[in-house]
Structures are given as structure tokens and as C-alpha cells.
């Protein structure tokens, strides 16, 4: 009975474990309860994937992103408030902290209210940029809803993102229409390399402020794909950030709502798959990469088989073999990562700069990894080095991998010897025949010695 129960209960807790690879304690900022249950679909998704749903007013005095030092929460979900701020738990400093701490935020913004000056600040800070008035919102004459929208032009209509990494499963892709009504446009930064723009204005759309009253372009500072209406941000720790710019399209009414394009005919929203798979990525349950065993090593030959794994010492001219082994979490397990076609995972052997820099090629797989490795010569410059892997690529965490060794030159009985090398068999037949020569000298100087001298006695007769 009681290894039963124990078998029930593992049985609960693996069913009820959330799909991200980092927590399951979900920070929900809403001000407003009495419009959750506009939301309930968005909800009961993200609790059948095993989220811990907290559901905090930002003016709540019990409200801490952080407890003893460390996060609090896992995940943080900011719906826009309708008052000024967010309160000083929400500061721009503490969610900046938050994410220090590998935190990760989706913040949604509503084109029904000015955005507040704190989150303009927040936005400031990760590059991201609002209009200047904070109240603009998205319009298009041309690609916009028909049954809700037919005066205004505010409901847009867009074909979901194609694959964003080729040749792999792509985290936002699909067939269907997507409806965002009532969007906040925003741009982007410096071609930032941690920012990417998930899915941008059609090429006809233009930012427009409601409380003018008029569709005068004439001022228009942002139009067409220069806005984007949802990006993400991956910081250097693989912290996420994703900024929506339409909270309206996560309402249980725009799930399963019926739109129509001009001329076109009538569908079904995929917004639901799309948030989905917006706050899969954002909550880290895929795009999650991971590195496990690492080795290097001597390249085995006939006369060495056996060689010792990751030496702290190599010789130069040395064979070498490095491999490592990376996976990819997909929702709910690691499976073999695999590099697209059109990129390459590297290896640097690097000194204070690349004396090597290498594809690493797939050469065999297990249930859950990829193991990449090659093998070249270790470089004539004795020194430390380092093996690096350095492969940071958008939507996919960072890796980086550094292990140190040291190269050192030839021992004094690792050279060949002189009459292995054939160039200095003229200087060896020098040297002999001068040796050689000398001896040859000796002996005809000891064997030849002078004729000896005629006696006196026979002088004298």
C-alpha cells in the first residue's frame, strides 16, 4: 500500500511539473481582478503546462520580486496598469535585477492607455523604443479586420512569422492569421545582437494617436516594417525578455474570434497557438540549449591506443581531438541539438587570439545530445591556450565554454635524431670527414718519424 502511494504521489508531482527547464513560479501583475476572466483561456494554458499562477496588483504591499536575496518568482507576466506607475517593487532597477538573477519577463503593453513612464524607462533601458507621446497605436488600411474593425482599422491582421531558424522546427511559425487589435508599436535599438523583432508591421502600417481624431500621416515618425510589434530581448546570461505590443490579443474573445481580411474570407485566429509558443520560448521551455560532457585528448595511434582524457599539458605539433556534447530542451526533454545547414558550431584554440578556428562536426548522437568534435595540429608556439566554444545565435541560449591547457615546446629526447633528417646528412659527412681527416693526420705524423743520424766513429775514420 504505502509503495503504491508513493507511486501515486511521483506519478502527481511528474504530471504537474512545469515544461520550463527554469521554474515553474509565475508572477502575474494585474491591477485590475475584475478583468481575469477576460483571460481565462490564456490562463488555463499556462496551468496545464504546469505553472505556479501568482496573481499580484502592483500596488500590493506584499508584492517582492526577490526573497532572502534571491528571485522570488521564475517568471514575471506584467499586464499594462491604467494607473501611472507600477509601484517601487516593479522598478525598472529591481526587474533589470530580476533578470540579473536569469528571471524572465513578457511584458504586454494596451494601445487604450498612455504607457506609464516607468515602463517607458524599463523599455529605454533594454533598447527599446515607444513614441514619444506613449499613446500611438498601429493602423492599417489594408490589412485589418472587417467585422470588428471597420471604421477605426485598428484590429490588424497578420500571416504568423515564417521559420526563424531554417532547417529546424521554427519556436513562432505556423500556418494561421494572427489578430492584434489596438497595438502599441515599438522599434528596436542599434541592431542590437540580443534583440530580435518577432513579428513587424505589414509594409502599409503607420503609427497613429487616437486622441488627435484625424488619420493626418503628415507627421508620422514610424511606418511599415520599421515597427515592430513583438520582440524579444535574450541578455548575456540567457535571461529573456519579450515585449507584446497588444495585450488585447490574449483575451479569450481574440483565441476564437472570427476575422476577415478586405477581399478576403473569413478564418478562425490562431492567436492562442501564438501565445503559446510566445510564452514557451520567453519562459524558456524551448531554445534551451545545454552542454554535457566535454573532452580532449591525444589522437590515439598504433604504437599509443590508449590516451588520457582533457591532459593539463599538451606538446606543440601535437595530434588533438575535441568534442563536446550539446542538447536542445523541447518542452519537456532534452533531444540531440542540431546545427542548421547554413551555420557552423566552432572551435577556437586561441591564445590571445584564434590560432585555429574550426567546424565541429556531428560524429555520433544519443538519446538526448549531439556530440560534435574534430581534430587538427596543436600550433609551433609554446604557451596557455584554450579551448572555446562560442556559439550565441538568436533564440537559443549562449554558449560558452573556455578550458585552459598548456602547449609546451619538445622535450630533449622528443627531436629526432641528426641522421633522421636527411637535409643535415651534408653536415654530418662534413664533420666525419673532418674527424676523419684528423686522424689520418695522427697516424702519418706518429708513423712517419725521421731517418736516424750517422755515428761519430764512423766520422771520425
Not at 643535415?424 to 684528423?438: E, Q
Request: proline share 6%.
Amino acid at each position: 500500500m504505502r509503495w503504491s502511494l508513493s507511486f501515486f504521489l511521483f506519478g502527481f508531482l511528474a504530471a504537474v511539473h512545469a515544461l520550463s527547464s527554469s521554474g515553474n513560479r509565475l508572477l502575474v501583475v494585474l491591477e485590475d481582478a475584475s478583468e481575469k476572466d477576460s483571460f481565462s483561456m490564456f490562463w488555463s494554458d499556462l496551468e496545464a503546462r504546469g505553472y505556479n499562477l501568482d496573481f499580484q496588483s502592483p500596488k500590493s504591499d506584499q508584492l517582492s520580486l526577490f526573497e532572502l536575496g534571491d528571485r522570488a518568482y521564475d517568471h514575471l507576466l506584467v499586464l499594462p496598469p491604467r494607473s501611472k506607475g507600477l509601484g517601487p517593487a516593479l522598478s525598472p532597477k529591481n526587474i533589470i535585477d530580476f533578470m540579473d538573477k536569469d528571471g524572465n519577463v513578457l511584458l504586454a503593453l494596451s494601445g487604450k492607455s498612455t504607457t506609464p513612464s516607468a515602463i517607458s524607462s524599463l523599455l529605454l533601458e533594454l533598447d527599446f523604443h515607444l513614441s514619444s507621446d506613449r499613446s500611438s497605436i498601429a493602423v492599417d488600411h489594408f490589412n485589418y479586420d472587417t467585422i470588428s474593425a471597420t471604421e477605426k482599422h485598428d484590429v490588424l491582421l497578420l500571416q504568423r512569422p515564417g521559420q526563424l531558424r531554417k532547417d529546424t522546427k521554427s519556436f513562432f511559425g505556423g500556418e494561421g492569421v494572427l489578430a492584434f487589435p489596438r497595438t502599441e508599436p515599438h522599434t528596436l535599438g542599434n541592431e542590437s545582437p540580443l534583440m530580435a523583432p518577432i513579428l513587424r508591421a505589414p509594409a502599409t502600417a503607420y503609427s497613429y494617436n487616437p486622441k488627435e481624431g484625424s488619420f493626418s500621416v503628415e507627421d508620422v515618425g514610424v511606418t511599415g516594417t520599421q515597427m515592430a510589434l513583438v520582440s524579444a530581448m535574450q541578455a548575456r546570461n540567457s535571461a529573456r525578455f519579450t515585449l507584446l505590443g497588444s495585450v488585447d490579443s490574449l483575451r479569450d474573445e481574440w483565441f476564437s474570434a472570427t476575422v476577415q481580411a478586405p477581399g478576403g474570407k473569413k478564418t478562425e485566429t490562431a492567436n492562442r497557438e501564438f501565445a503559446q509558443q510566445l510564452t514557451a520560448w520567453t519562459f524558456k521551455e524551448t531554445g534551451v540549449l545545454k552542454v554535457g560532457t566535454i573532452e580532449h585528448h591525444l589522437a590515439p595511434t598504433a604504437e599509443a591506443p590508449d590516451v588520457e582524457l582533457n591532459p593539463a599539458i599538451y606538446r606543440i605539433k601535437n595530434e588533438t581531438v575535441f568534442s563536446i556534447e550539446v542538447s536542445e530542451y523541447a518542452h519537456d526533454r532534452f533531444i540531440p541539438f542540431e546545427v542548421p545547414s547554413d551555420d557552423a558550431l566552432q572551435l577556437e584554440f586561441t591564445m590571445l587570439s584564434p590560432f585555429h578556428r574550426l567546424d565541429l562536426q556531428p560524429t555520433s548522437r544519443t538519446e538526448n545530445s549531439t556530440i560534435y568534435s574534430t581534430q587538427f595540429t596543436t600550433p609551433d608556439q609554446h604557451g596557455i591556450f584554450s579551448f572555446r566554444v562560442n556559439y550565441k545565435r538568436p533564440f537559443l541560449t549562449n554558449l560558452e565554454e573556455k578550458h585552459e591547457v598548456t602547449v609546451r615546446h619538445f622535450a630533449h629526447d622528443e627531436y629526432p635524431r641528426s641522421w633522421k633528417i636527411s637535409g643535415g646528412w651534408v653536415w654530418i659527412a662534413g664533420l666525419w670527414s673532418v674527424i676523419g681527416g684528423f686522424l689520418a693526420f695522427v697516424i702519418m705524423w706518429l708513423y712517419s718519424a725521421p731517418a736516424p743520424a750517422a755515428s761519430k766513429t764512423k766520422k771520425s775514420q
